[in-house]
């Protein structure tokens, strides 16, 4: 196990936790998540914590797994499979791509493939 992937599996573990501020601390303060066409969707912690705040509040299933995943250096490429999602706008369960990239020991910047 790496750094990185040891870093990364602690956030999935805060996720699966549903504890916001145990998940956001593995992450920079300015951390950008994108979708694959670069669109920004969420902006540093307070961007985050407008859309996991209410997931983790209302998603008491709420689960991930990760069959696969790639590591090279500082990125880790993680297949999820995501379960008991309870958040407007978004199925209940589904198959993502997550790229991470870490920098100084957090998560940088994520991209999703959905």
């Known amino acids: 196990m790496s750094e990185a992937t040891d870093l990364v599996d602690r956030q999935i573990q805060a996720f699966r936790d549903r504890d916001l501020d145990r998940f956001l601390s593995f992450y920079a303060e300015d951390v950008k998540i994108r979708d694959f066409d670069g669109n920004v969707l969420m902006d540093g912690h307070e961007g985050m914590r407008g859309m996991y705040g209410p997931l983790f509040r209302d998603s008491p299933d709420l689960s ?3 069959p696969h995943r ?3 250096e500082a990125y880790v490429v993680d297949e ?6 309870n958040l407007a706008g978004f199925p209940p369960a589904m198959r993502a791509v997550v790229v991470y990239r870490l920098r100084d020991g957090l998560i940088q910047d994520v991209v999703f493939l959905l």
């Open 80 to 85: 999820e499979d995501i379960s008991g999602f």
């Open 70 to 72: 790639i590591v090279s």
């Open 64 to 66: 991930v797994e990760n």
